[in-house]
C-alpha cells in the first residue's frame, strides 16, 4: 500500500480556480461501509449496515441504545479489536482504500482520526502533560513547537483562559465538561482530519454542551465529523448527513441521508415513530 500517496491526497475537494468547494456540496467519501456486519460469540451484533460517511462534512448518527452505533464508530476507527472479539464482514474502506480490523491501514487512520468517547478520560497527570504525551509520542521534539500546538488546541476548545494558569495541576481536578473538552484538545494536538464523538455531550450540562457544540461549528470547514448523539435536536443543529440506527434482535442502519431532508421527509416507518418520540 502506497502510504505516502494516501498522506498526501487532500483532505477537502477544490473547486473551479481558487474557490474553495463545502465538500458536502459534492459528497466525498472518506470512509465507506457496504454491508458491514459484526458477530460477537455467534451473535449478529450489527446486521449489514452500507453508509458512507462524506468528507468535511457532519454526520450524525442517531438511534435508540443499543442500536450498534458505539460499534460502528469502533470498527471504522478500527478500535473494536481492543474493545471485543469480534468477527466482521463485509467492506470497509478510507479514502478509497480498502482496510480490515489488522490493515497496515489502521496506522494511517489513527493519525488522521481522532476518538472522543462519552466518559471523558485525562491521563491523571498534569493538564498540560496530558497534552505533551502524545505529541512527543508522535515525535514532536521541539518543547516550543509542543507549546504552540498544546495553546492552540487548548484555545480551539475554549478551554485555554480557564486554564492558563493552572496548566501544571492535575487533569483530574477539571469539571466533567473541562474534561471533555480537554480529551478533545488531545485529540487536536495531533492535528487530525477527522473526529469520531461517539455522545461527547452525554453527561454534560446545557452550558458545556454548548461549548462543545460551538467547537463543532467552528470546526465544520476543516474536519469530517461523525457525532453519535441521542439528541436529536442537536443532531439537527449541526448535521449535514444524518444515519439512523434501529436496535431489535440485530441493530442495523435504518436509512441515512441530508439532515434537512431525511428530519422533515423521513421515508422509513421506524424513523418516523423514532422522530416523533423524540419530538425534534
Ligand atoms: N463488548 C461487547 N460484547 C458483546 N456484545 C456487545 C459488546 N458491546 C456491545 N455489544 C452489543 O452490541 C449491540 C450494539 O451495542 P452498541 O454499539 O454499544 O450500541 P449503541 O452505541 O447504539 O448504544 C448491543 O446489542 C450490545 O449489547
Ligand atoms: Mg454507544
Known amino acids: 500500500m502506497k502510504i505516502k500517496e494516501l498522506r498526501s491526497r487532500p483532505t477537502i475537494c477544490h473547486g473551479a480556480g481558487l474557490t474553495l468547494m463545502r465538500p458536502c456540496c459534492i459528497p466525498h467519501p472518506l470512509f465507506e461501509a457496504e454491508d458491514l456486519c459484526v458477530e460477537v460469540c455467534g451473535t449478529e451484533i450489527l446486521k449489514s449496515v452500507s453508509l458512507q460517511i462524506n468528507e468535511g462534512c457532519v454526520t450524525s448518527i442517531v438511534g435508540p441504545s443499543g442500536s450498534g452505533k458505539s460499534t460502528f464508530l469502533l470498527v471504522i476507527s478500527g478500535l473494536l479489536p481492543l474493545v471485543m472479539k469480534a ?7 478510507y479514502r478509497g482504500h480498502s482496510f480490515d480490523q489488522n490493515s497496515d491501514m489502521l496506522q494511517i487512520i489513527r493519525k488522521e482520526v481522532g476518538v472522543i468517547f462519552q466518559e471523558p478520560t485525562p491521563f491523571p497527570v498534569s493538564i ?28 480551539n476548545v475554549c478551554l485555554w483562559q480557564e486554564v492558563e494558569d493552572r496548566l501544571h ?15 478533545l484538545a488531545r485529540a487536536l494536538v495531533l492535528e487530525p482530519t477527522t473526529l469520531l464523538l461517539d455522545e461527547p455531550t452525554g453527561a454534560l450540562d446545557p452550558l458545556a454542551t454548548e461549548i462543545i457544540e460551538d467547537f463543532i461549528k467552528k470546526n465544520e470547514d476543516r474536519l469530517t465529523v461523525v457525532l453519535v448523539t441521542h439528541n436529536l435536536a442537536q443532531a439537527k443543529r449541526l ?4 444515519a ?26 421506524f424513523t418516523k415513530r423514532y422522530l416523533l418520540s423524540e419530538a425534534v
Do not use: H, M, W
Request: hydrophobic share 30%; aromatic share 6%; net charge positive.
Open 244 to 269: 439512523i440506527f434501529r436496535s431489535g434482535e440485530t441493530s442495523s442502519l435504518v436509512e441515512s441521508g441530508e439532515a434537512a431532508e431525511l428530519f422533515s421527509r423521513p421515508t422509513e416507518a
Open 169 to 183: 495541576r492535575s487533569a483530574l481536578s477539571l469539571s466533567g465538561g473541562q474534561k471533555q473538552r480537554l480529551c
Open 87 to 93: 468477527k466482521v464482514r463485509g467492506k470497509l474502506r
Open 128 to 155: 498540560y502533560k496530558n497534552l505533551e504525551l502524545p505529541l512527543k509520542e508522535a515525535g514532536i521534539r521541539s518543547k516550543a513547537e509542543r507549546k504552540d500546538r498544546i495553546e492552540f488546541a487548548l484555545r
Open 239 to 242: 448535521s449535514n448527513y444524518v
